[in-house]
């Protein structure tokens, strides 16, 4: 395994258990394998680590929320298919996020910021062809709303996250709620 991937991951684990202001440069070089000061060869600071691995998440995300398919339903079951997934699958990645985004600084933050909108934005556009009938109002309360509900795993009990077919569960959770605000008063 290369060796910034090592860092990424060893810091990943470790601004989950302690928080990123918790953790410094010598433990995230122990816990990666190495020392401390060696880490600079790979990263200028602990900033630029979380900065990496918060873009890394967005990457992964950003990228599923390209429509691929012509039907604009499946294209957006297959988008929350693979949020869901990824945040079960990444509870630590979802939690750091969560916890310390406020804590990226320039150069990065900025940047962060605007893929962040970027993303919503293609959430929104992925509801809006799903449920054209939608006012753009709702639209944007609704990617809220999906986003906020997927991501909300990171926090759940184990029990609620061992529910058998907890995808779907949560799919059907997501889909239903908006079918509801798209239906006519």
Partial sequence: MPRDRRILDAAAVAFHEKGFHGVGMDELGRRAGLSGPSLYRYFAGKDEILARLLDEAMDELLGATTPVDPDPRTDLERALRHHIEFALANRH?????????????????????????????????LLARAFPTLE?????????????????????????????????????LVLHGVAGVDLPA
Wanted: aromatic share 10%.
């Fill in 93 to 125: 990645l979802v939690t750091l996020y969560q916890r310390e985004v406020r804590s990226l600084v320039e150069p990065w933050a900025d940047a962060f910021t605007r893929r962040r909108r970027q993303y919503v934005r293609a959430w929104e556009t």
């Fill in 136 to 172: 753009p109002g709702a639209v944007a309360a609704a990617a809220q709303g999906c986003l906020g509900l997927v991501f909300s795993v990171a926090t759940w009990p184990d029990r609620a996250l061992a529910a058998p077919g907890v995808t779907d569960l949560i799919m059907g």
